[in-house]
């Protein structure tokens, strides 16, 4: 028998068992045995009861902002670093730990009626958020929203080229949509984030192996956009939330931004800011046609997925597959 410091242990441990180095984060006060060594001054009810999950440009914001508006949901506090969202499940935020995420939450004054909640909107096509979601937050429930894939990824390409990203400003959405694997690696990767995000099957298919389908609701995009108070009531009934508000009293189109906005107390249009809901010129015929083309056999999947778990088709789906 040898004798060797807890350190030379842990190393030759994560030797034998490299698999293991990952940390995976469960919720300390579902099991007896964590809950006894879990500090008395410590609280599981600083974790979210649902979460936004994206994709990114589908409106996810506009969802944030509405839900907001509802008394018994309390959204998290903004990141300094990660523009606003927490982005815990899916890098390396997540390495911080279960104290990290849930200083980033209030204390909710009733744990059970109040709602916490979050929205990071690139957890829907995250390689191991839906694993890591459910191994803390089994219950947890699971919004998403689906537009038009191509439009989606149109709407990423303006996003950054907005922002002063150099490859969308040197590149048209053509070039990029398009672009070989040999092209330069930051080509490449406004390529995979303007495309792979909207295999919406592919993604949906994983967070589908982890949660039970009735924890997941599925948003259609145009209709957050054109009917947002109809989409409103029905995310309140699958939350089972009280009290159940009208959103007619709290949203209202807006001629001038071309979208519903929150209206304030004082009678006023409060819109989401410039940098959603741009103006940008039509996508051109041939990407149009390509994109058709690129999401065709997913988009006829996603549909037999949605189908399969009794999920209502979304319009734009609808339209696709009949043309
Ligand atoms: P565009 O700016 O390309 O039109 P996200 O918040 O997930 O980044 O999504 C941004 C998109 O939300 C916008 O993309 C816009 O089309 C859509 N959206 C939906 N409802 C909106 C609203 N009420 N106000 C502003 N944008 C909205």
């Known amino acids: 028998l ?4 807890p350190l030379e242990m842990g190393i030759k441990y994560f030797e034998m068992y490299p698999e293991d180095k990952e940390p995976v984060w469960q919720d300390p006060c579902v099991y007896k045995r964590h809950m006894q060594i879990w500090s008395a001054n410590k609280s599981c009810d600083r974790l979210p009861k649902f979460l936004v999950v994206g994709p990114q440009k589908t409106g996810t914001t506009a969802l944030y902002k509405f839900l907001q508006i509802h008394p018994a949901i309390l959204a998290n506090y903004n990141s300094p670093d990660t523009f606003e969202e927490v982005q815990f499940f ?7 730990g279960i104290d990290w995420y849930m200083e980033f939450f209030p204390v909710p004054g009733n744990a059970t ?9 690139n957890y829907f096509d995250g390689e191991l958020v839906p694993y890591r979601v459910h191994s803390l937050l089994p219950k947890a429930k699971i919004i998403c929203i ?10 990423w390409y303006q996003h950054m080229k907005a922002r002063g990203d150099q490859i969308a400003g040197n590149y048209t959405f053509h070039e990029i949509i398009t672009a070989p694997d040999s092209a330069p690696r930051k080509v490449r990767e406004l390529r995979n984030r303007s495309l792979i995000p909207g295999i919406y099957v592919q993604h949906l298919q994983k967070w ?3 949660f039970p389908s009735r924890q997941i609701f599925i948003i259609d995009g145009g209709r957050l956009k054109s009917n947002p108070v109809a989409v409103m009531h029905n995310v309140q009934r699958f939350l089972h939330i009280e009290p159940h508000y009208d959103y007619n009293d709290y ?8 979208f519903f906005c ?27 046609e390509f994109l058709e083309q690129f999401y065709r056999k997913n988009n006829v999947a996603l549909s037999k997925l949605l189908s399969k778990h009794k999920y209502r088709i979304p319009d734009w789906l609808e339209k696709e597959l009949s043309d």
Do not use: W
């Not at 009626?113 to 909107?121: H, I, N, R, T, V």
């Not at 689906?146 to 709407?155: C, G, M, V």
């Not at 929150?262 to 149009?288: D, I, W």
């Open 113 to 121: 009626s109040d709602f916490l909640f979050e929205k990071s909107a």
């Open 208 to 210: 589908l192996e982890f």
């Open 146 to 155: 689906l537009i038009d894939p191509a439009k989606r990824a149109y709407s």
């Open 251 to 258: 949203l209202r189109f807006d001629p001038k931004k071309g």
């Open 2 to 5: 040898k004798q060797v410091t």
């Open 262 to 288: 929150q209206v304030s107390s004082a009678n006023k249009s409060e819109c989401l800011g410039r940098g959603k809901g741009r103006h940008y010129p039509p996508m051109n015929e041939t990407s149009v």
């Open 90 to 96: 899916n890098g390396n935020n997540y390495h911080k």
